[in-house]
């Protein structure tokens, strides 16, 4: 099936999001000291990317995407999606936006096909512009075998996949999925990530999303930010926040005749070295481009090959390194 | 037929309560049962204190009135309601719909219901208490009618005020915030036998003259001189009122985080 999701998406060199110095705090009853969840968030996501914020429960990754979705007002800071200010032009953003929250809630009493017409109608699709639009969405999300079942009878699978029909019935521009996976089993979650990147990548669509998932934004964000106490703690596509963290791939060599005198430490590439016994640990920026060089530079020097063991670096130790 | 933008938002509300309506054998209780035991007892009572035909009807009136406006509410403070029990309410606030598309969508049910419910009491009012409805005419129906929904029109905003105020807390308000204005209008007795003070307030409540003007087709005495210039005055200036402060309200919700809160 075709995917007649996108308008002609304008790739403009504005980004699609530009938020500067986002503050956001709750009060928590006239003599408690307000909570403080945003602390001066600076983002920007350029058109077509798929961007993720990443951080633990609480770093304020709903409060961001609802501040960005106009469903909470900023304390203070401006940002503009879409190039349309996010509070002086609410009303035109949300025609051309959409959010699916974490889990999945709709009115239990009403089918998936009506769930998704009264959506449909409150973005002013009517007539046979909606008709087209529900059978178009129920087909490509596998909903039109349940199309008459009620919400209430629905598996989290399928809420889940209703919840992301109902994101796309007005062909948005950007879609902000707040944990999108949240709660699904393992076979679901995987198949709702190739959905999502077969939207991006299919229909040029933007997508915000946050997620504390690694694996989740590793498969999917071409770039991230980590959201820490409020604060973007960095900002960049992943193998770039590897180097700038000094974090790499983990390279093990293990000599059977002993380690070569080489100095391991100058070989391009090597971010850190250890040598235990006839075994040396490398970390190198990029295995991929390091790996055959590395092993050429050896191979004078050690009268057989070494064992290779390698291990790619994941966003779980670049989460570490900067939650620390 | 390509309906306009701002239409099929407000059909897309209308619908929906349909469809609520529908699916809730409760909605039918709503609209027979609680009525109808309403104007049994009251009735009833009638017969036992040995009541003129006037008198039942000047009470019946206050029950009939008191039925109507509180269904045709219910269908407003429900537009909200139901998004806070199912948790969607985000989904609706991140549309680019207005509150009017909201108001104007589930008023209309709530006004088909209200009609409804005002004919079901009509009909048991008439077959059971000997009521005879058709002595203010037709204009007088009408207006007496059009002045119960202003008043529906009035509390169910508030209600939807209050629940976005304070949210799940206030859900209570949207079946006991009307009996407040029940008690102020003499809906079973005349205003005039109220306490000095409250005697005062009741004034202030447009439904208090809308009572006013259709029990004097049954013989009883205007309290006020225009009882339809001070009841559309005061509905309409309560109208605004309401409606601007649900706006304010739905801005402060958007600062304090009430949406997400509700939806969580």
């Given amino acids: 099936m075709t995917l007649a999701l996108s308008p002609a998406i304008a790739m403009s060199k504005t980004p699609a999001i530009d938020a500067q110095g986002l503050f956001k705090s709750f009060s928590n009853g006239c003599f408690k000291p307000s909570k403080e969840v945003l602390r001066g968030v600076d983002l920007e996501v350029a058109h077509g990317a798929i961007f993720g914020i990443l951080g633990p429960n609480g770093a304020g990754k709903t409060t961001l995407i609802s501040i960005l979705t106009t469903l909470l007002l900023p304390d203070r800071g401006r940002a503009t999606v879409l190039g349309l200010d996010i509070v002086q032009d609410a009303g035109l953003l949300r025609e051309r936006i959409n959010l699916a929250a974490s889990s999945a809630h709709f009115l239990w009493c009403l089918t998936v096909e009506e769930n998704l017409r009264f959506y449909g109608r409150l973005y002013g699709l009517g007539g046979r512009a909606l008709a087209g639009k529900v059978e178009e969405l129920l087909h490509l999300f596998d909903l039109t075998p349940y199309r008459r079942a009620t919400f209430d009878r629905l598996s989290t699978g399928l809420k889940q996949r209703l919840s992301l029909a109902k994101t796309l019935i007005n062909t948005p521009e950007l879609l902000f999925l707040d944990e999108p996976t949240s709660g699904l089993d393992h076979e679901m979650a995987v198949h709702l990530r190739q959905e999502i990147l077969r939207l991006n990548r299919e229909t040029g669509l933007t997508i915000l999303l946050t997620t504390h998932n690694l694996r989740e934004a590793e498969m999917l964000c071409s770039e991230v930010a980590f959201l820490k106490r409020g604060r973007l703690a960095a900002t960049g596509a992943i193998p770039d926040l590897q180097a700038r963290l000094g974090l790499g791939d983990h390279l093990n060599l293990i000599f059977k005749n002993g380690v070569p005198r080489v100095d391991f430490h100058r070989l391009p590439g090597v971010l850190s070295c250890e040598i235990r016994g006839s075994q040396v640990d490398l970390v190198l920026d990029r295995i991929e481009s390091r790996l055959a060089p590395l092993l050429r530079e050896i191979a004078p020097l050690s009268p057989e090959p070494p064992e290779v063991r390698v291990k790619e670096a994941d966003l779980e130790e670049l989460y570490h390194e900067i939650a620390r | ?264």
């Fill in chain 2, 1 to 264: 037929m390509k309906l306009p933008a701002d239409l099929v938002k407000i059909w897309a509300f209308a619908a929906r309560s349909v469809l609520i309506n529908r699916r809730n054998v409760f909605a039918l209780f709503e609209m027979v049962f609680w009525p109808g035991i309403s104007i049994f007892s009251v009735g009833l009572l009638t017969k036992f204190l040995q009541l003129n035909q006037e008198t039942v009807t000047f009470v019946l009136i206050g029950a009939i009135g008191m039925n109507t406006i509180q269904i045709a509410q219910l269908d407003l403070s429900y537009s909200f309601l139901y998004d806070v029990w199912a948790k969607s309410l985000r989904h609706k606030f991140i549309a680019p719909i207005s509150l009017s598309h909201l108001l104007l969508g589930t008023g209309l049910v709530g006004l088909t219901r209200g009609c409804l419910v005002f004919v079901i009491m009509t009909l048991l009012c008439t077959t059971l208490f000997g009521m005879d409805l058709g002595r203010p005419g037709f204009t007088g129906l009408v207006i007496f009618l059009a002045g119960m929904f202003l008043n529906a029109a009035i509390l169910g905003i508030l209600v939807l005020a209050l629940v976005l105020r304070f949210g799940h807390r206030a859900e209570v308000a949207a079946w006991a915030f009307a009996y407040l204005l029940f008690l102020l209008c003499g809906l079973y007795y005349p205003v005039t036998v109220l306490p000095a003070g409250i005697k005062e307030m009741a004034q202030f409540v447009p439904l208090t003259h809308f009572l006013d003007y259709f029990r004097h087709f049954y013989g009883f005495p205007r309290v006020s001189a225009h009882p339809l210039l001070y009841g559309f005055l005061e509905s309409m200036l309560y109208l605004a009122a309401s409606f601007l402060l649900l706006k304010i309200t739905l801005k402060s919700a958007r600062r304090r985080g009430i949406l997400l809160k509700l939806s969580e």
